[in-house]
């Protein structure tokens, strides 16, 4: 028995060999039906003044803007224009606001690429349980180019977003970028 389950192991590795071989080209034509990404607590950027060595690398200590709490929040933006933002782990009733980069490129018709657009969506309370649940429109966003986002065949790329705090002793410091949490 074991040497028949061996043989058929044998024999199916080498008939799906070519086939596990074979890349897979994207289809441009095809239609991403939603953006999706994780946004994690964002850290001040490590500019190389006061380098310290931790694990035989160069790092910076963390400085007192960096401290904010957050434990992770989702970003989901459809086709459609809706831009939904869940997350926990906030501070009782913090004051946010979302802000995206946004690039635009024409995929038919006369190809350009749009210059980028900095997005800025109103601001949202979080729950005093430290929970924020946002919706709005991407139209609604500020500072988008507008013309690069109507019609169709458009590719959009969020080349960046960003979650900003909006509460009047750190307005503008970051909380949130896009990442992962190992």
């Given at each position: 028995?074991?040497?028949?389950?061996?043989?058929?192991?044998?024999?199916?590795?080498?008939?799906?060999?070519?086939?596990?071989?074979?890349?897979?080209?994207?289809?441009?034509?095809?239609?991403?039906?939603?953006?999706?990404?994780?946004?994690?607590?964002?850290?001040?950027?490590?500019?190389?003044?006061?380098?310290?060595?931790?694990?035989?690398?160069?790092?910076?200590?963390?400085s007192s803007g960096s401290?904010?709490?957050?434990?992770?929040?989702?970003?989901?933006?459809?086709?459609?224009?809706?831009?939904?933002?869940?997350?926990?782990?906030?501070?009782?009733?913090?004051?946010?606001?979302?802000?995206?980069?946004?690039?635009?490129?024409?995929?038919?018709?006369?190809?350009?690429?749009?210059?980028?657009?900095?997005?800025?969506?109103?601001?949202?309370?979080?729950?005093?349980?430290?929970?924020?649940?946002?919706?709005?429109?991407?139209?609604?966003?500020?500072?988008?180019?507008?013309?690069?986002?109507?019609?169709?065949?458009?590719?959009?790329?969020?080349?960046?977003?960003?979650?900003?705090?909006?509460?009047?002793?750190?307005?503008?410091?970051?909380?949130?970028?896009?990442?992962?949490?190992?």
């Amino acid at each position: 028995m074991r040497r028949r389950i061996g043989r058929l192991a044998i024999v199916a590795a080498l008939i799906g060999m070519p086939f596990a071989a074979k890349a897979v080209i994207p289809n441009p034509s095809q239609i991403a039906p939603v953006f999706i990404a994780w946004l994690v607590q964002g850290f001040d950027e490590c500019d190389g003044t006061g380098v310290t060595t931790v694990d035989s690398i160069g790092a910076c200590p963390r400085s007192s803007g960096s401290l904010k709490t957050f434990r992770l929040a989702r970003l989901i933006i459809s086709r459609s224009g809706r831009v939904v933002l869940v997350g926990s782990g906030f501070p009782s009733g913090q004051k946010a606001k979302l802000k995206l980069t946004v690039r635009t490129t024409n995929r038919s018709g006369q190809p350009a690429t749009y210059v980028d657009s900095m997005a800025t969506c109103p601001t949202f309370t979080c729950s005093v349980a430290g929970v924020c649940l946002n919706r709005t429109a991407l139209s609604s966003c500020g500072g988008l180019n507008s013309a690069a986002l109507l019609g169709t065949n458009k590719n959009i790329e969020f080349v960046a977003a960003e979650l900003i705090d909006a509460t009047p002793l750190n307005p503008g410091d970051v909380i949130g970028r896009v990442g992962i949490i190992r």
